[in-house]
Structure formats: structure tokens, C-alpha cells
């Protein structure tokens, strides 16, 4: 195991600069997701902790040692693709096995760490099969178990799930989390995914554009974003946002959207007449017949919790509630809204205020 430091990291490909002075810092034992849409850099910061990439600037420690010149071999460290990567006409147990032999490890290593591996990821009835004859999770575990016999400091995840069926992504979330916790191995692991992010870290580094927009752990970064970019992209269904500005209602301090939307407002010491965008997550709206009147578009019932989307004028919000709910389309619904759950964001920088 070790601890990992990604020191002002700056990636350029000729003129064109993607990554723009990263910081993070891994604890030894430590999983931590990197986050964000496609293009943001996860997966190019992972290649450079790979050495895979080559660094323009900064520094990559892995334990003690800088590795920005440290070829990837010599960096003790895993990966694991999204692709498995398996050689089709190996078996189970050769592919598992493979690293070991080209280190020209004894054959009694070979055998124990791989019957180990096999067993950690349930596959030992599997070792003699090739990949064809695997589903896409059986093969995943191959190529997880393939990373787990070399005991480097550090696995490496590059999107492992996304070949992968709805139902199976939350299997593996699960069995890749139980083996995070079996083997206390640092894992550094990019997924654009935030419902991964949120069930298996122990922090996650949003990204956006070549820079980290927050680092935290999931739940603090659910309940006290630093931005609307990190408000809208942790947390699902994504929070709705309002733009409009605070106003003194007859000394009664509101929120009041650019389409005349009245809704409570939190403590806040901004001036009246600041212009905000209001953040409220789905999931924190109930429906009330003291709340505020809004127009049905669409109800979606999915069993234990019921979607309901409504508009005022433009205004457009989302409720997850816990109620089955009938409404017809352009009736009317009232949205109940606790103004502790509020999050209010600065319009113009879009900074949490």
C-alpha cells in the first residue's frame, strides 16, 4: 500500500494545455474516484499516474518516490481496463497468472497467488475456461484478479463498469467495494458515473475541464457543494436550479425567480436584490397543500417514489417524492420546500454563498 501525491500537474498536448495545475492527495489504503463528464481529464490524470502519459509539468508520487521519469513497470502499480483485456486464448487461469509468469516467478508462486486471487473473486470453478466462455462480469473478475497477483501499492480503475448491464454495474460496485475492504490497497479509480462515485469512495475529486472543481468526501460534497457545476452533478436525480434574485416581501425576505416564482429562502447574509440561482434536490420537495402552485408536465411512478415535473412559466423543477401520486397533465401541484435544504448560489461566479 502506499500514499499518493498529484502535485500541480499540468498536461500539454503541444500548444494546447488540458490539464491546468492538479492537486490531489490519495492516503495510503484510501479509494478515491475521480469524477466528471467526458473531456474533463480523469482519465488522462490516471494514464499520467500510470506512466502511460508523459507529465508537462508537476509531479506524481507514489509513496516516497517521484515516478514522473519511473517507466510504468517499475511503478508498482495495477490497472484495470474497461475493455478486460484478457488474451482470448489463455485461460482463466493464465491470463490471472500472466504478470507472475512474465516476471518468471516459481511455478508454486504462480499457483498460490492465483488459486488465492480466484478465490477472493469466485472464479475458481472458472480457471480453466477462456474469456468466450465467461459473462462480461466473470471476465472483469479475470481481469480484476489479473491486477490482484501482482499486490502492487496501487490499483489503477479506468471506467471498469461501463461494458457492463444496469443490474451487473451494481454487482461489481459492490464486489469491487468488498475487495477494496478485504485488501486495503490504495485505489484511485475514474468513473463518469456519479452513482459509482457516491456508493464506493472514501473521497471523490470532481473534475471539470483539466481542473478540480472540489475534493471530499460523498456525502459532504452531496450536502455542501462548492459550485453549481459539482450541485448538479453529484446527486440523482440532478438538484433543480432557479435563477432570480432575493427579495424583501413586506420584511419577509424570499426568493423570486426571473418569472415571478415566490420560494422560501434560507439564512442568508446577502443583501436584498442579489441576484442567485436557488439549488433545491429533488428528493427534498414534498408535495403540500400549503406549498407553492406549479403546473404538471409529466408523473413518472417507479414503485417506492414518484417523479413529478412542473413549471411555472419557464421555471421548470423536479420532485422525487416518497408518495404514489396521480396527476393529470397541466393540473395543478404544490411543492412544499424546507428552506434548510436550500442552497443558494452566487448568479454571476456560481459559487456556493
Known amino acids: 500500500m502506499a500514499q499518493v501525491k498529484i502535485d500541480n500537474v499540468i498536461k500539454r498536448y503541444g500548444a494546447v494545455q488540458v490539464m491546468h495545475g492538479v492537486d490531489v492527495d490519495i492516503n495510503d489504503g484510501e479509494f478515491v474516484v475521480l469524477v466528471g463528464p467526458s473531456g474533463c481529464g480523469k482519465s488522462t490524470l490516471l494514464r499520467m499516474l500510470a506512466g502511460l502519459e508523459e507529465i508537462s509539468d508537476g509531479t506524481i508520487s507514489i509513496g516516497d518516490r517521484v515516478v514522473n521519469d519511473v517507466p510504468p513497470k517499475e511503478r508498482d502499480i495495477a490497472m484495470v481496463f474497461q475493455s478486460y483485456a484478457l488474451y482470448p486464448h ?83 460496485r459492490v464486489e469491487i467495494k468488498e475487495l477494496h475492504q478485504r485488501l486495503g490497497t490504495t485505489i484511485v479509480y475514474v468513473t463518469h458515473d456519479q452513482i459509482e462515485a457516491m456508493t464506493m469512495a472514501d473521497k471523490i475529486v470532481v473534475m471539470r475541464d483539466g481542473r478540480v472543481e472540489q475534493i471530499g468526501a460523498p456525502l459532504d460534497l452531496y450536502d455542501n457543494p462548492a459550485n453549481i457545476f459539482v450541485a448538479g452533478f453529484i ?95 397541466n393540473s395543478e401541484v404544490r411543492f412544499a420546500i424546507d428552506p434548510a435544504n436550500v442552497h443558494l448560489f452566487d448568479r454571476a461566479t456560481e459559487q456556493r454563498l
Open 90 to 172: 489463455k485461460t482463466v487461469y493464465d491470463n490471472i497468472g500472466f504478470p507472475l509468469k512474465m516476471a518468471k516467478r516459481p511455478q508454486d508462486e504462480i499457483d498460490k497467488k492465483v488459486t488465492g486471487a480466484a478465490d477472493i473473486l469466485d472464479l475458481t470453478k472458472y480457471l480453466k475456461r477462456y474469456p468466450k466462455e465467461l459473462s462480461g462480469g466473470q471476465r472483469q473478475r479475470v481481469a480484476m484478479g489479473r491486477a490482484i497477483v501482482r499486490d502492487p501499492q496501487v490499483f489503477l480503475f479506468d471506467e471498469p463498469l461501463s461494458n457492463l448491464d444496469a443490474k451487473l454495474r451494481v454487482t461489481m
Open 235 to 329: 446527486g440523482s436525480p440532478s438538484m433543480n436550479f432557479v435563477h432570480g434574485q432575493i427579495v424583501n416581501d413586506g420584511g419577509v425576505r424570499q426568493f423570486r425567480s426571473d418569472n415571478g416564482l415566490m420560494l422560501p429562502l434560507p439564512h442568508t447574509n446577502a443583501a436584498d436584490g442579489t441576484k442567485v440561482t436557488y439549488g433545491i434536490r429533488p428528493e427534498h420537495i414534498t408535495i403540500s397543500d400549503h406549498g407553492v402552485p406549479l403546473r404538471v408536465i409529466v408523473v413518472e411512478p417507479t414503485g417506492s417514489e414518484t417523479q413529478v415535473f412542473a413549471k411555472h412559466g419557464t421555471d421548470f423543477i423536479d420532485a422525487m417524492v416518497k408518495d404514489r401520486f396521480k396527476a393529470a397533465p
